[in-house]
């Protein structure tokens, strides 16, 4: 489409120019958000390059590592992350479960995911993410045979969010 290939254009000239990292994340952001995933990674790592310390940069490039099935990657990211001003703990403790229920670390991540769910309960600031949250230790759960608490978690994950459509699978 047009919007797509004005998308490579900028990127282009991003990863060839150096200029301000907000514009290349801006740029990783959109080419997420069209599940371009390695454009995604390309932009966010330049946006590291340009001198971005924003933990929000680092906790977009681990996303689009767990979405490539790259998930040592993207924990190696979360702990550089999570420790930058301002990160959102909620945020990185959900995608690190997420990293280690795609590396097969269950416990890892339901000890992370849990903690997340402990902070949400401290700070409600984070709604939006409990649904994804209740799913993915869901999954967890599911992996290790516990199944009584998956179905708890999916369903609780549906009542958050009815239309998640993840949950209703």
Avoid: W
């Avoid at 990160?87 to 990293?99: D, E, F, P, T, V």
């Amino acid at each position: 489409t047009q919007r797509t290939n004005m998308a490579l254009e900028a990127l282009s000239f991003a990863l060839e120019n150096p200029m301000d990292s907000a514009i290349v994340e801006t740029t990783g952001h959109y080419f997420f958000s069209v599940q371009q995933y390695q454009l995604s990674q390309q932009a966010y790592q330049r946006a590291l390059v340009l001198g971005s310390e924003s933990p929000l940069t680092y906790l977009r490039l681990s996303a689009t590592y767990i979405a490539q099935n790259q998930f040592e990657e993207a924990e190696t990211l979360l702990a550089k992350g999570q420790m930058l001003p301002g990160a959102n703990r909620i945020s990185y403790q959900m995608l690190h479960g997420q990293a280690y229920l795609g590396m097969g670390e269950y416990n890892s991540a339901l000890i992370a995911l849990n903690q997340a769910i402990a902070l949400l309960s401290d700070s409600r600031e984070n709604d939006e993410l409990e649904h994804r949250i209740y799913h993915i230790r869901g999954l967890a759960y599911l992996e290790l045979g516990e199944l009584h608490a998956a179905c708890e978690d999916f369903q609780r994950a549906t009542t958050l969010q009815p239309n998640y459509l993840p949950s209703l699978e």
